[in-house]
């Protein structure tokens, strides 16, 4: 197998995977095919835009049987691009059993010339904790005899990783599985969960699986549905994942788009620009017959699908996947909180999450701080940086509109009077700013991406108290022997910032001087400042 990644952010990524049949760029999104009823043909679905799908061995092994075998599933299926099978697992899980052995589906699913198959795992789902354990321990010891079993070695093997809800099942399986020789590996019993819209939930369990799997391998997500969850599996590092959604929504007459799915009878126009809906009415579609209507559906459904995914990746390339995902989980109340659970895995993430992009970052609402780049710049800012060796005074000043700080006028005019007044004892002062989103930033970094490449609306409470919870943080970790902050009257960070000011130099026993003024940036303003320097420099003499 050969899975190279050409692009990463958060931990989605694009990349290219190779198989006997063909490429697969990732993240890619498989359509599950019924081989049995093709509500949309397979040679139709590679016309929409699809590289690749997956089907049922257990289900075309039981209805085609040697015939099968004898044309192989590419011919069977008129589809000359990557297949996928699955070995009926999914069976097991809605009836309980299958008439067939782990065995039988591994040499079958051979014997069609599948290019991607799937172990007979058993299906965790939404049982008791006991249930999972077995399957767990059932799912390992398959994924072992595999490699004794198997006879070809022109498949990607797939090892699923099961545990369901119980998130150290699915860590524990994960680790097992992975020491394995398997090519991907996948997150099984997802689909109840989602059904369930226990999306915090599913970001626990792609987690615990993503976290104990080795990095290059490609990551699965079984039953993915909805084309909104694909930002969210994609961010967590799901390279795969295949949906039946397209079809099962089509046969109850419901209409994807991106955030959401509209009954047909609701719908007055039709909010898509697809071949499907560009040439007819909203009406056309209501008057075709019953199985037009659902083939049609279908057809949209699956152009909605594939356009998200073409979405990710230029999100991806454009290191723009969390402005893509925060506006996504926007699409329901679950899915807001599924983006706080990320909260628990930032650290993952920011190990992960390249250093500088393309684009600079946007940051909307308090969602925002839970970027990998806003822990990064708390964490090297607590922990790794030093201010400059002489430094006895740590002057604040506040954010100015033009970026980086150290190139604006405001900012040369105060570094010019400094410089003049100060002479040799300007290395004494250690300018930083302070402003949200970061809380504070030494004036060394300010050019330092995203520290001045970012745009962030009107801060709310929580956003205000963790800028304030930084400037604070940063005091107690240093080591000045007096903070200065020039700060804006009435102005809400400024008040706050100064309120950690006090706290944090009243630990340590240091003065602070609260400057607040009308205007920053007045030589009234600076003369003041120098005035505090100088009665400073006078007290320690």
């Not at 150290?406 to 009077?417: G, I, T, V």
């Not at 302070?434 to 609306?457: C, R």
């Amino acid at each position: 197998m050969c899975f190279e990644i050409k692009d990463r952010d958060l931990l989605g990524r694009v990349g290219r995977l190779e198989t006997k049949s063909g490429v697969i760029e990732t993240p890619a999104l498989l359509p599950v095919v019924n081989p049995a009823i093709q509500l949309v043909k397979p040679e139709r679905i590679k016309a929409i835009g699809y590289e690749a799908l997956i089907t049922n061995a257990y289900i075309i092994k039981r209805r085609f049987g040697d015939e099968a075998a004898k044309l192989g599933i590419h011919r069977l299926l008129n589809f000359n691009g990557v297949i996928m099978t699955d070995s009926g697992a999914y069976q097991i899980l809605v009836y309980g059993r299958v008439k067939t052995t782990p065995e039988e589906i591994v040499y079958y699913q051979e014997d069609i010339e599948t290019d991607i198959a799937t172990i007979l795992d058993i299906p965790t789902g939404w049982r008791n904790r006991k249930h999972a354990e077995r399957t767990v321990r059932e799912t390992i010891k398959r994924a072992k005899q595999l490699w004794s079993i198997k006879r070809k070695n022109d498949i990607l093997w797939v090892g699923p990783i099961q545990g369901g809800r119980y998130t150290d099942l699915v860590r524990y399986s994960a680790k097992e599985i992975s020491k394995l020789p398997y090519h991907i590996h996948a997150l099984g019993s997802p689909t109840e969960v989602m059904e369930r819209y226990l999306f915090p939930t599913l970001v626990d369990m792609i987690m615990a699986a993503k976290m104990n799997i080795p990095p290059n391998r490609p990551f699965h997500l079984f039953g993915a549905g909805h084309p909104v969850v694909f930002s969210l599996a994609v961010a967590l590092g799901c390279d795969l994942f295949d949906s039946a959604a397209y079809a099962i929504y089509a046969r109850d007459n419901r209409y994807m788009t991106a955030q959401r799915t509209i009954k047909l009878n609701r719908l007055e126009y039709l909010p898509c620009s697809c071949p499907v809906c560009k040439s007819r009415s909203v009406e056309d579609l209501k008057e075709a017959s019953p199985q037009e209507r659902e083939k049609l559906i279908a057809e949209h459904n699956l152009y909605v699908c594939l356009s998200e995914v073409k979405t990710i990746k230029q999100a991806i390339v454009e290191g723009r996947l969390w402005e893509h995902l925060e506006c996504r989980m926007h699409s329901h109340p679950s899915l807001i909180n599924a983006l706080k659970r990320i909260r628990r895995y930032v650290n993952y993430l920011e190990r992960h999450t390249p250093i500088s992009k393309k684009a600079g970052a946007l940051f909307f609402t308090n969602l925002s701080l839970i970027r990998p780049e806003v822990y990064r710049h708390k964490a090297r800012l607590i922990g790794r940086f030093s201010p400059p060796r002489e430094s006895k005074i740590l002057l604040l000043i506040p954010q100015t509109n033009e970026k980086p700080v150290h190139r604006s006028n405001e900012y040369k005019k105060l570094a010019r009077n400094l410089n003049q007044k100060l002479r040799e004892k300007i290395n004494t002062v250690h300018i930083c700013v302070y402003g949200i989103p970061f809380g504070l930033i030494p004036i060394e970094l300010d050019a330092t991406y995203p520290l001045s490449q970012f745009e962030a609306s009107e801060p709310d409470e929580e956003t205000l108290n963790y800028a304030a919870s930084i400037v604070y943080a940063y005091i107690i970790s240093k080591r000045y022997e007096i903070v200065i902050l020039l700060r804006v009257r009435n102005e809400d960070l400024g008040f706050l910032v100064a309120l950690a000011c006090d706290k944090a130099c009243r630990k340590l026993g240091i003065p602070f001087f609260d400057m607040e003024v009308d205007d920053i940036w007045i030589e009234e303003t600076f003369i003041a400042l120098l005035r505090k320097i100088e009665e400073f420099f006078k007290a320690q003499s």
